[in-house]
């Protein structure tokens, strides 16, 4: 079968058929097909790196993969959890797309279509190190893993393994800035606490700020070792034939961030370094982002055909663009979110809190579809479904142990107790241009409720039209798939 016929039919061009330069899919003719470095930190959010201006956190290798290539100021993760935000990386689609891979420690269903085994298949030499897919349960059915060999030695091991002059893909993960963290690791390496900005929701305090502080210190530790990538790309020089990204998953692991819809849970740092292919370097896109939109990006680029079951756009075009700011906002002016379960954390069920958002420069909108459940899960925990979980969609934390302890010490300890833990409506709305923070929910107020109708009806039309089964009238199906984790548990909590 010829190269074209396999395009017609939407298959993946076999690595025989591939010879010479390629067009497809509006990508410009590629001698010589890109390396692939994919670096992923786990629990890093926007926008804690020297590049967007945080005062305290030392991102320098970060910073220069954004200074050499492109830096994306609204970029967004589907899911604010693990599991679901990476699945979503991998399949290029919306995590509520993809059954159980939808909610944290789950599985994911082999017919999905993922990036790294498609270049596998079209002659790339594919491979990962550390946290990739996961956490889940087992991958039945997948010959293969689906983010690429695991190297448990790394970059290095994985080169060596490379056959000669065959393109790479390497998925760079990191355990990096996920909790546990070693207490004052990040104040006794000499970060300021007085440099350190805290968000309206959190209580100012040496707590809260060492907290953030152990949080920084490994943030540096994932920079570190990219750095010691781009050092090894230098060295078999390949850095300049490979493209080089750099995000997260999801927010910090803080009350308030991590597992919610506000952009201190879904909101990523976003680089991206292509050689020369980046006619002007250090432009910075404002234009609307998802990271499910890196799947098709590869793909393109790499000169293998994308499934139509892709949701996710191409950014190739972003990338080689010589304009920065708003690029092609009439089509990237707004991103989607959304969360089913994180932990099984309710009380009676083993149900999570599903809800989903329309982000536009203005206005975040959120649709709260239970909103009878705690959006953190029960601070009840001795009648938590899983025992002893306590508001475990929340990582534990001096950050959240201090806030539930301070609950009734005054009104302003009870207002951020409410902000991070308490019932929330079933629909809210923040002008994001005035409050940046999104601490004060406008969706009752007459004046937008005119705005609030519109990004509502927007976002159904959107789900209904993306197959989301929450808006088929089938999303309890989420709250039955198997859950393979534990929980954040009560510290008073003593297991049988």
């Known amino acids: 079968m010829k190269r074209r016929e396999f395009l017609k039919q939407g298959l993946v061009i076999p690595a025989g058929l591939y010879t010479g330069a390629l067009s497809l899919n509006g990508c410009q003719s590629l001698s010589k097909r890109p390396n692939i470095l994919f670096a992923i930190a786990d629990d890093w959010g926007w926008p804690h790196a020297g590049v967007y201006g945080d005062p305290v956190v030392k991102t320098p290798h970060f910073d220069r993969v954004a200074n050499e290539g492109v830096l994306f100021n609204h970029a967004y993760v589907t ?28 599985t994911l269903d082999p017919t999905m279509p993922v990036y790294p085994l498609l270049l596998q298949q079209a002659g790339y030499h594919v491979g990962s190190w550390r946290k990739s897919w996961g956490p889940g349960g087992e991958l039945t059915g997948w010959e293969d893993y689906p983010a690429g060999k695991p190297y448990s030695e790394g970059f290095s091991e994985f080169l060596s393994a490379r056959p000669k002059d065959a393109p790479f893909c390497f998925w760079l993960g990191s355990s990096d800035p996920h909790r546990p963290y070693v207490l ?36 540096q530790g994932f920079d570190h070792d990219l750095g010691n990538a ?40 976003l680089a991206i370094r292509w050689g020369s292919r980046i006619k002007k370097r250090g432009r910075v896109i404002e234009d609307f982002v998802s990271l499910s939109d890196l799947a098709p990006t590869f793909l ?49 069920h083993m149900g999570g809190y599903p809800c989903r958002s329309i982000r536009t420069h203005d206005f975040l909108y959120i649709r709260n579809f239970k ?12 009648k938590a479904a899983i025992p002893g979980a306590w508001l475990a969609d929340c990582d534990n934390s001096p950050t959240k142990t201090y806030i539930t302890e301070n609950r009734n010490r005054d009104a302003y300890h009870s207002h951020l107790w409410e902000l991070a833990f308490g019932m929330r409506p079933a629909e809210e709305l923040y002008d994001c241009r005035k409050d940046p923070d999104q601490l004060n929910n406008i969706a009752d107020d007459p004046a937008f409720a005119e ?16 197959r989301d089964p929450r808006v088929l009238g089938e999303g309890d199906r989420f709250d039955q798939y198997p859950y393979y984790g534990g929980a954040p548990k009560h510290p008073s909590f003593e297991s049988s």
Not at 198 to 206: I, K, R, T
């Open 79 to 106: 899911a604010p959890s693990c599991t679901p935000s990476r699945n979503s990386i991998l399949t290029g689609q919306y995590h509520w797309r993809l059954g159980p891979g939808a909610s944290l420690w789950s």
């Open 184 to 219: 004052n690791s990040g104040a006794d390496s000499g970060i300021d606490l007085d440099q350190i900005r805290l968000s309206g929701y959190f209580p100012d305090n040496g707590i809260v700020r060492r907290d953030v502080a152990d949080y920084y210190f490994e943030v």
């Open 230 to 269: 781009i050092e090894k790309l230098e060295e078999i020089g390949e850095l300049e034939n490979t493209i080089i990204v750099v995000t997260g998953d999801n927010g910090m692991p803080f009350p308030r961030c991590k597992s919610n819809l506000y952009d201190s849970g879904v909101r990523a740092p």
């Open 300 to 348: 393109q680029i790499a000169g293998v055909n994308i499934p139509s079951v892709m949701t996710g756009q191409s950014l190739f075009d972003l990338l080689i663009s010589d304009e920065e700011g708003f690029v092609t906002s009439d089509k990237r002016g707004f991103v989607l979110c959304g969360k089913e379960r994180h932990v099984p954390a309710q009380e009676g």
């Open 371 to 382: 909103p009878e459940r705690w959006p953190s899960g029960t601070p009840n925990y001795q």
């Open 451 to 466: 705005i609030k109708n519109q990004l509502a009806e927007h976002l159904i039309d959107l789900l209904t039209e993306s």
